[in-house]
């Protein structure tokens, strides 16, 4: 049974937005901030709770108990200034998990010199998706893990179709892992040496990216 956390949210644009219907779905409680009377109203069909107020304001932000939340997240992309403060004064009345969203890599680095834990660049993450996703026709999914590691959902190539894993042997030649096999929407995770691999199904695989590149011809 998966563990329900308390969230507190500041910043309900597009992103925020998109942010608070996910923990809604995922069965979280959260919090939501906004100076914006219509963004709040817009959120409460998905937050627990809602309060129009100015993230900058200490008084205002002490008043909801931030060392109650196990989650932070500041997602201001307008006022780089009031996405600052913000952080520092979460990680100042303490805040667990402060989790900020930067646009630039110059404001992730004085970010996290304020108080952040975590960066979050949204438009960086899924230009990157984007480039990689879409230049490339093997690639039909992209999870980045860190600089060199990412989780790759590919299709399978036409000469693997009737051989197993063992006789395939990516781990053994370019060190990849396959996570798990697709087919129709169905995700089988128990994976062993015998596995037959069959024409329709894509693979979810985690290595390097070079080796990746290297071995699907991407």
Request: include cysteine; aromatic fraction near 6%.
């Amino acid at each position: 049974m998966k563990a329900k956390k308390s969230v507190l949210l500041i910043g309900l644009g597009n992103f925020g937005m998109w942010i608070a219907q996910t923990l809604h779905e995922l069965g979280h409680e959260v919090m939501a901030v906004d100076i914006d009377e219509e963004r709040v109203n817009a959120a409460l069909p998905y937050v627990t709770n809602a309060l129009i107020g100015d993230s900058t304001n200490q008084s205002f932000l002490s008043s909801l108990g931030i060392n109650n939340f196990d989650v932070c997240i500041e997602t201001i992309g307008n006022n780089f200034q009031n996405s600052l403060e913000t952080t520092s004064l979460l990680k100042e009345l303490g805040g667990k998990m402060v989790v900020s969203r930067a646009n630039r890599e110059v404001q992730a680095k004085f970010l996290l010199r304020n108080g952040a834990d975590e960066i979050v660049n949204p438009e960086k993450q899924i230009a990157k998706w984007t480039a990689i996703r879409y230049t490339s026709n093997h690639i039909l999914d992209y999870i980045q893990l860190d600089d060199n590691h990412a989780i790759f959902e590919v299709k399978l190539p036409d000469d693997w179709i009737g051989k197993t894993v063992n006789q395939i042997g990516i781990r053994q030649k370019f060190g990849i892992n396959i996570m798990a096999i697709k087919n129709d929407g169905q995700m089988n995770l128990s994976i062993a040496p015998d596995t037959v691999l069959e024409e329709g199904q894509t693979l979810l695989v985690l290595g390097e990216h070079k080796a990746i590149q290297k071995c699907f011809h991407i």
